[in-house]
């Protein structure tokens, strides 16, 4: 069979279709606009069919010419915030749908600077207690994610440098990609502290024993596989009670603790490193 005889014989069956109840294919789509160089947007449709456009461009979905279409975002570029215009409704008929827009306007960097913090120390910082940046000497930082304009930000400590107590300053605020700048000001500073040290006695190797040093209401969780002298993450300033106990006892033992409370004390290390794990099986 010739092309031309198939593609009649298509469009046979379409008719056929059509005139029984049935329905044809078309498409529905649109334009997205304002992705950066190297920006790449995931678009879904409401079959869960996706497309990948990494430059501003059409795109297209098929859908029956009686359904019902929804066009979303699936996946954000990270430096831009994409929203789509226009992308559900139904068909009326097996004319094409062309008016979806995708609109993507920049998102803000997000950053600031380390001072204070030991050489060769590093340290983890937190955005929203979601996403992470690494600082590995004094300076300047940023995030890898951008935050969307018109929302919030909340930059805090995730792990401290050892031996370290570090604060952040001008740590919050609402993103504006009409002001880039103001989200880069944070200032972490880090000063000398205290560690909170413990040793762990008969913990059979390969188990799980997690303890938690409880300071001010934050709980500093460390787990442990083995028998040794351990150091919480956090280290404390001078003045500050410690609470140290066993959050998950490992299985088949049960863990106590000795010497588990007291105050952090600069001019006492022993105050805080005495602390004591004693493990035997349950």
Do not use: H
Not at 98 to 127: E, K, Y
Not at 258 to 282: H, Q
């Amino acid at each position: 069979m010739n092309k031309s005889k198939f593609a009649a014989l298509l469009a046979g069956v379409g008719i056929v279709l059509a005139g029984c109840g049935g329905f044809v294919y078309t498409t529905v789509g649109g334009t997205v606009t304002g992705l950066g160089a190297s920006d790449t947007i995931v678009l879904r449709n409401e079959g869960n069919y996706t497309q990948t456009l990494s430059a501003d461009g059409s795109f297209s979905f098929n859908v029956a010419s009686n359904g019902n279409y929804t066009i979303t975002v699936a996946s954000q570029p990270n430096s831009v915030n994409c929203t789509v215009v226009n992308g559900s409704g139904r068909m009326s008929g097996e004319a094409s749908v062309r008016n979806i827009a995708v609109t993507c306007i920049p998102n803000v960097p997000l950053g600031g600077t380390v001072v204070g913090m030991t050489d060769g120390a590093s340290m983890t910082l937190v955005n929203n207690a979601l996403y992470n940046a690494t600082a590995t000497a004094n300076g300047s930082f940023t995030f890898a994610n951008y935050v969307v304009s018109g929302t919030t930000y909340a930059i805090t400590v995730g792990v401290p440098p050892p031996s370290q107590y570090c604060t952040v300053a001008n740590g919050t605020g609402t993103a504006s990609n009409t002001n880039l700048p103001a989200a880069l000001t944070s200032v972490v500073t880090c000063v000398p502290a205290v560690p909170v040290k413990f040793t762990v006695n008969g913990l059979t190797a390969g188990t799980v024993l997690t303890m938690v040093n409880t300071v001010d209401g934050f709980a500093d969780k460390y787990s442990v596989t083995a028998p040794g002298n351990y150091l919480f993450n956090w280290s404390w300033l001078s003045g500050k009670p410690f609470n140290v106990t066993v959050d998950t006892q490992p299985t088949g033992q049960t863990c106590k603790v000795t010497a588990g409370t007291g105050v952090v004390n600069a001019a006492n290390l022993a105050a805080s490193a005495n602390i004591v794990v004693d493990c035997a099986k349950t």
